[in-house]
């Protein structure tokens, strides 16, 4: 487990994945009835851009840097709001420089009603984590392997939710695990929403990532993509992607607009292709 998300906080994957994560959110509340959040990759919560690690790999200018660069165009903003709202008020909080993670991004875009269950491994994170969620009852953060937390914590008592599997990629064969729990959770719970974020290197491999989903018993799959570069060489991190399970009806019309808005700003070779579109529909 070397993997430290510090290095990597507000970079061009953390912005697409948090801007979709918010949009699930804004949904999910806008309903009375309770909802809880699964984030079974949690990280620590809350980053600081001028850290040492962040400072180190300057990945964020790429990301939230150029995104907060200059403003957007009205119908992009509006959307954004609620993500950009939360990143200004933990910078109000925290200092210039302030980023959120998915468990602060959940607990602030959630109301009293809801529950979030955070799961860290690493134990260092699960206790910063611990630290910047202390003081919030709603939140519960657990020292436990996501993959496991995963089966065990669905499906959750409210019965609506988003469960985010955000892994590391730092092993091999880590799209398989993604298919595979994926696909087990949904067969205990089917009609949660879930979010799985996954790297885009080698195409081919995203291909096969695909098609294991696509053949599996998950229905109603929409995909999100975003690559930065024109994705020619599979070394490279070229993008990134969500497959949102059972995703709010909003969603595809919300990503018509975001898509081509956040491609402007972070793609970093001219024509880095994106995309919005159903893995698999209904059955
Ligand atoms: N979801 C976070 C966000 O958006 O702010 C970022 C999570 S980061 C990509 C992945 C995290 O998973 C790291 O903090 C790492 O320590 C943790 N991790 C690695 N292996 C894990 C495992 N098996 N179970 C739970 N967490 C794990």
New binding site residues.
Partial sequence: ?N???AF??GNFA?VL??AVLARVLVHLAAKDAPFRVI??????GLYDLASEEAERTQEWRGGIGRLLDAPLAADAAELLRPFLDVIDDVRAQHGPLAYP???EIARRLSRRQDRITL????PR?AEALREAMAGDKRVKVIA????TALNAYVPPAEKRGLV?V???FEETGELDRLAAAAAKAWTKWSTGTYLLWYPVKDRREVATFHEAVRGGPIRKVLRIEMLVTGGGDPRLFNGSGLLVVNPPWTLERDMAVLLPALSARLRREAGAPFRCDWLSPEA
Avoid: F, N, Q
């Fill in positions: 487990m993997y430290r998300h990597h906080a953390d994945k948090h984030d079974t990759h949690a990280g620590i993670g998915s468990p799961v860290e491994k690493h994170d436990l392997d996501g993959w985010l955000d892994p590391p």
